[in-house]
């Protein structure tokens, strides 16, 4: 795995690096070892699936509350994403500032979202599945998120028409 710090502090895009021959190809998806040896949170308690059936369906922006933080592994197995990672942790250099990365199932990149960010992805395609790998289980009750076109973080994303729910349409204006 190749890791490559993006512009804000503990997002990293992750690169696999392919050994293929005649058969395809095999390459190492996570490491315990290799997350440590970098700084991640190497915990993997938890892994979700996100199903989407159309092109142009948001989710986000969302995160937990401390203690139950997580940070993800993101990546997408089918179809197409435009991933975005917001930094709301207050002490951060890069707080309030964003990060985009298309997801596809071809470039099998993955992105690690560390604790204290906001996370959410718009479906860049048709019948596309995101797989989340979280270092921490799911609490309700933790569940925390902010706008998707909150003008507090001004998130440029695809113009396609959008699907998205009430509860991710309603969150307030940030406030720090």
Not at 33 to 38: C, N, Q, R, T, Y
Not at 44 to 67: D, V, W
Not at 99 to 104: N, V, Y
Request: charged share 25%; hydrophobic share 40%.
């Amino acid at each position: 795995m190749i890791f490559i710090e993006e512009k804000l502090k503990g997002l990293f895009r992750i690169e696999v690096e392919k050994f293929g021959d005649e058969r395809g190809f095999f390459a190492l998806s996570w490491s315990e070892k290799e997350f440590g040896a970098h700084g991640l949170n190497p915990r993997l308690a938890e892994c979700n699936i996100s199903f989407n059936r159309k092109k142009g369906t948001l989710r986000g922006m969302h995160y937990q509350a401390n203690p139950y933080a997580q940070a993800k592994l993101v990546r997408c197995t089918r179809g197409a994403i435009y991933d975005v990672a917001l930094d709301l942790r207050p002490r951060s250099a890069t707080f309030k500032q964003w990060a985009a990365l298309e997801l596809t199932a071809d470039n099998h990149r993955m992105l690690y979202i560390p604790e204290g960010f906001a996370h959410g992805f718009q479906s860049l395609e048709d019948n596309t599945e995101v797989l989340y790998q979280m270092s921490e289980v799911y609490v309700a009750g933790a569940g925390r998120g902010v706008r998707w076109n909150d003008p507090a973080f001004r998130i440029e994303w695809p113009p396609d028409e959008r699907t998205i729910i009430l509860r991710d349409q309603q969150y307030p204006d940030f406030n720090q």
